[in-house]
């Protein structure tokens, strides 16, 4: 289980900006000068190096990618013909069996609730929007685009494409704000109270970006609030589910078994893909859903498409073979990552021994939420830029774009090598202190 309080988190120690600037503060203010002006210099000799490293998205390296290269050789055409059926034809729109059984041996959710689809999870969550918007989510429901004012619930600081496709379909963005445990549960029930709130956006585990994953009493709670809406929907995206950093890595509670105790399945949409295990867009995307809900999604998918890529289905399966070895592929990827993720923390903890930043020590997922002085976040974004290391675009991490207190940036530290990496963080590094120091004056 995941221990809880055994690792430092922003959320157990809250900023206070009188305490965490105390280290600075105590200088006087020709020493604080100094000490902007030395660091500005050293800034400065990064600049001029015209570097250009990118943070700023959560994709593999190339060194990942390769430990999935063996796709390439991994299908045969008598691969696609050996269950009888033939899969290089149309056909299976729930996806092969033996794809629909790996997810399942996963992800824990039932085979039978699984499709196993295409390319993208992000595809899916889009589409069962759109669904929802055009024909409501079954049982007679107003389509969504019918009602007067539609809201949504964004976990922050949360994933910047979720958002955008809620705000652009015109649902108005509520922000709930992360903590240790997931969502503020408090507030989330609160709101659900609103029956123009649909629906929710939820990463579980390892959450994008701050790594957290919710405990089994959040779990619990999601599934069993009262929502004013009949057709409120929680967009349970798992993206993270398998993505340990460590063998102790944090464990989720079963969802659709919760769901199932209080009678509320039908509130889960599930989904996840393999884009972070294998090859991102070209993997394998799931979507999981309660009987009843597939029984409504089902047709209205079949009209999208007559079947998924079924090659790059059983390509996967012929891959990653069985659950074991899927975890083992893993087990190679968190070896490649893990040295990315220390030395990132490596640096990080000199601006929390300085009192000017907090930041998550997430045990998997892809990214690091590190939380700079409130009203600093924008312009160590700038400072960076101007060195030429882009960061994920500050904000991005709020609905609208809007980080109210200016004061999170996302960082990825998987793309880049460790060297780029070790270069861009003592960069970052300075461009906070730097950034703290003009704050104070
Ligand atoms: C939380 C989350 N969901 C979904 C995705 C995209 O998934 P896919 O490649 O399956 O569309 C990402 C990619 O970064 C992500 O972080």
Redesign the pocket.
Known sequence: MKERGARPSFFSEKINKRDVCMKFNELSAEERAALLSQYTAEYEAYRARGLRLDLS??KPAAEQLDLSNGLFQALSAEDCRATGADYRNYGLGEGIPAMRHLFSELYGVPEELILACG?????L?HDTLMRCMVFGVGDGHTPWCREERIKWLCVTPG?D??FAITERLGFELISVPMTEDGPDMDMVEELVKDSAVKGMWC?PKYS?PTGNTYSEETVRRLVSMPCAAPDFRIFW?N??AIHDLELDGDVLADVFALAEEVGNEDRIYY?A?T??ITF??A?V?MMAASKHNLAHLKPLMNLQTIGYDKINQCRHVAFLKDGATTMAHMHALADSLRPKFACTLRHLSELRALGIASYTEPKGG?FVSLDVLPGTARRVFFLMKEAGVTLTQVGATFPYGVDPKDTNLRLAPTYATLEELELGMSILVLAVKIAALESMV
Do not use: T
């Open positions: 998205r959560g390319n993208s999870s992000l595809q969550m994933y494409r979720h990463v994008n995206d993206a993270y989904f893909s884009s972070k991102p867009g993997g995307a892809y």
